[in-house]
């Protein structure tokens, strides 16, 4: 069982910049592809960016290309989600999922095993 704990979300204002951390344990990190997700009030639910399990192959939303950047670090069995030129679009509860799997990337929430809480993101104009 693999437990997921997102942190580093809080309140910025437009052009702003954020970084996400998700901690895992109870598994082999290294053996899991990771992926960010977001879902804003009344919207649904957004693949933001993936990372392969050795952290050689990403994958981002076009929404976010160039802005964001996901990094994973087995070593210490944390993926990160820095984020860059934030706007009020990107105002959403964040989450990280995990899977275990050889795939360079999966962008559908419900095909993960394993989901962190979420952290709230909120970008002010």
């Known amino acids: 069982q693999v437990q997921l704990v997102e942190s580093g979300g809080g309140l910025v204002q437009a052009g702003g910049s954020l970084r996400l951390s998700c901690a895992a344990s109870?598994?082999?990190?290294?053996?899991?592809?990771m992926g960010w997700f977001r879902q804003a009030p009344g919207k649904e639910r957004e693949c933001v960016a993936t990372?392969?399990?050795?952290?050689?192959?990403?994958n981002y939303a076009e929404s976010v290309k160039g802005r964001f950047t996901i990094s994973k670090d087995n070593a210490k069995n944390t993926v990160y989600l820095q984020m860059n030129s934030l706007n009020p679009e990107d105002t959403a509860v964040y989450y990280c999922?995990?899977?275990?799997?050889?795939?360079?990337?999966?962008?559908?929430?419900?095909?993960?095993?394993?989901y962190g809480q979420g952290t709230q993101v909120t970008i002010s104009s």
């Open positions: 999922a995990a899977k275990r799997t050889s795939l360079r990337t999966m962008t559908y929430f419900n095909q993960y095993d394993y």
């Open positions: 109870g598994g082999t990190f290294s053996s899991y592809l």
């Open positions: 990372i392969s399990r050795s952290g050689g192959s990403t």
